[in-house]
């Protein structure tokens, strides 16, 4: 498929990187000579040097053939004209990148719905709802909602203690909550493995399962008996990411404290938001965290635009007693580095979830749904079984799937269920498969026949 991609920053070379691997045809459009320049020395991309909102350098990009637009700029209003004249030239769909909270309340996307564009991605807003998911899950690594929340992915490490350490897996001594999820990956040091029956597993290696959200829950409080109470979350930075996951605890017993250096900006949040505490000052001051209370009952979230500030704040607040610390970290490749080594609690990148929720957007008839799990060399795929499927009727068992993949779950209608070999597939259910890397055309391949 043809795939645009107007904005050759961090977010569209990244996006830019995975679509390549992807086999997709890929043609890159910027202002800029240089980010063009590295871009095409990296990655098998055609690139167009010219202004993106302009009709000539749309159709010199050939927008008309396009299966996907991504306007992924650093500008609102660029991604935004773009992307409808874009639609206007005839390409299939249209994903913009926007910042604005004015521009993603419901009545402004169905405007911009309106004029074309088929997809509006807030970054911030993306990153804030991942961070409020590991807050509420009391310190675990990867949260993933699929299947409008009906299905969630989480990864946690096993700690000292676990009941996950006494034997093999076949011997868990509550298989009424394990029988509920399904383990999809477990990851030590660095390494990918595959679940079975008669795995036995380490402290710290990382698990990741499957299921509805309850069962999770469940299977959690089990595995992870010492898992974090987290009563305060203090938020260092009052920007797009960190006003936005302060409005969402709001909405929790959890006491709230934003930090914000800049004291107009620390004005307005305090203006906006309803229960939080927002506090002028800079979190790298030990004196600030004193003031305010670092409990071991605290979470500190590290959201200002400086990743080494973000990391620094963690560790100082960690030092002080915090039990959790989340760092907003802009440059992707640093994300797998800081949670592979465990130099913090987790990192966040808006890049990649802004590419997670784009990517959506590239898949067939088949696949509806890709995200990207940030900690393990994987996908979790959203596949549809179309009712002309030659599966309709046949049981899981009989798909030969790519090597490593596992159907966790199956979705029909408003029920979800964890998928076994016996479930037997209907028209319009929807699948959540983890695939390595690489494995989505061929399980697409698979379910179209």
Same mark, same amino acid.
């Given at each position: ?148 929340g009906r299905i969630q992915t989480v990864g946690a ?121 927002v506090v002028s000052g800079n979190a790298l001051h ?14 500190? $979230?590290?959201?200002? /635009? ?10 100082? !607040?960690? #030092? =002080?007693?915090? +039990? &959790? ?54 996908e979790l795929l959203e596949v549809h079984v179309s ?36 479930? $037997?597939?209907?028209? /319009? ?10 494995? !989505?055309? #061929? =399980?697409?391949? +698979? &379910?179209?026949?």
């Amino acid at each position: 498929m043809r795939v645009v991609i107007i904005g050759a920053g961090v977010a569209g070379q990244r996006l830019a990187s995975r679509l390549c691997e992807e086999k997709h045809d890929v043609v890159v459009i910027d202002h800029r000579a240089q980010p063009l320049e590295d871009i095409a020395s990296e990655l098998d991309v055609q690139t167009v040097l010219g202004n993106g909102i302009s009709p000539r350098t749309l159709e010199e990009a050939g927008v008309a053939q396009a299966g996907l637009v991504a306007a992924v700029t650093a500008r609102d209003e660029v991604n935004i004209l773009a992307g409808v004249f874009a639609h206007a030239a005839g390409a299939s769909h249209i994903a913009a990148r926007v910042s604005s909270d004015e521009l993603t309340a419901k009545q402004h996307v169905d405007h911009l719905s309106s004029l074309g564009i088929d997809l509006i991605v807030n970054e911030h807003d993306e990153c804030a709802r991942e961070v409020l998911s590991v807050i509420d899950l009391g310190g675990a690594k990867e949260i993933v909602r699929m299947a409008e929340g009906r299905i969630q992915t989480v990864g946690a490490d096993v700690p000292p203690g676990s009941p996950l350490l006494a034997g093999p897996l076949k011997d868990f001594p509550r298989l009424d909550i394990l029988s509920a999820v399904r383990l999809i990956a477990v990851m030590r040091k660095e390494r990918l493995l595959m679940p079975h029956g008669d795995m036995s597993f380490e402290v710290k290696d990382t698990i990741y399962c499957v299921g509805r959200p309850v069962d999770v829950r469940a299977f959690l409080d089990v595995v992870r008996p010492d898992r974090i109470a987290i009563h305060k979350v203090v938020i260092a930075g009052g920007g797009g990411v960190g006003w936005r996951l302060a409005r969402h605890l709001e909405r929790t017993d959890k006491q709230v404290i934003v930090i914000e250096e800049n004291s107009e900006r620390a004005l307005e949040c305090s203006a906006s938001l309803k229960k939080s505490v927002v506090v002028s000052g800079n979190a790298l001051h030990r004196t600030v965290l004193d003031e305010i209370g670092i409990t071991d009952h605290t979470a500190i $979230v590290a959201s200002t /635009g400086n990743d080494e500030n973000n990391m620094i704040a963690c560790l100082l !607040a960690k #030092k =002080l007693g915090a +039990v &959790f610390g989340v760092a907003l970290i802009s440059e992707p490749e640093y994300v797998s580095i800081i949670n592979e080594a465990g130099l913090l609690d987790r990192a966040v990148s808006p890049y990649l979830a802004t590419m997670n929720a784009i990517l959506r957007f590239v898949r067939g008839t088949s696949i509806r749904a890709i995200t990207l799990l940030q900690n393990v060399p994987g996908e979790l795929l959203e596949v549809h079984v179309s009712g002309g499927s030659r599966w309709v009727g046949k049981a899981l068992k009989d798909a030969r799937l790519p090597r490593r993949a596992v159907v966790a779950a199956v979705v029909r209608g408003e029920v979800a269920s964890i998928g076994t070999g016996d479930t $037997v597939l209907r028209e /319009g259910d929807r699948l959540v498969v983890f695939a390595p890397l690489g494995a !989505a055309s #061929k =399980l697409e391949s +698979v &379910f179209r026949k």
